[in-house]
């Protein structure tokens, strides 16, 4: 069994940045491939960023140039750093994980998933 727990979420105004953290309890973290979701009231849960277990990234294309995805497996810890934050960015964001080669981008890939932190963009 993996825990994850994200932190980093917050108030931030259009134009703004936040960092977004996740750490995993797998003692074998560096062999996850990790991903960040999104889901707004209303709407279902959205691909936003991936980085796979050999440090490959993916994006959708909304975040694309604004938003990186990383790991630092020495920390056990995936980020999202996310710049030139827009309001329709505002959500709360997911940390997921698998083992699994399956597709980055479908959330029923992943085995694993955080709490979910808030991230409200307005001014």
């Known amino acids: 069994q993996v825990q994850l727990v994200e932190s980093g979420g917050g108030l931030a105004q259009p134009g703004g940045t936040l960092r977004l953290s996740c750490v995993a309890s797998?003692?074998?973290?560096?062999?996850?491939?990790m991903g960040w979701f999104c889901q707004a009231p209303g709407k279902e849960r959205e691909f936003v960023a991936a980085?796979?277990?050999?440090?490959?990234?993916v994006y959708t294309d909304s975040v694309k140039g604004r938003f990186t995805i990383s790991r630092d497996n020495a920390k056990n810890t995936v980020y999202l750093q996310m710049n030139s934050l827009k309001p329709e960015d505002t959500a709360v964001y997911y940390c997921?994980?698998?083992?699994?080669?399956?597709?980055?981008?479908?959330?029923?890939?992943?085995?694993?998933w955080g709490q979910g932190t808030q991230v409200t963009v307005s001014s």
């Open positions: 997921a994980a698998t083992q699994s080669p399956r597709s980055a981008y479908a959330p029923n890939s992943y085995d694993y």
């Open positions: 797998a003692r074998t973290f560096s062999s996850y491939h």
């Open positions: 980085v796979r277990s050999g440090g490959n990234t």
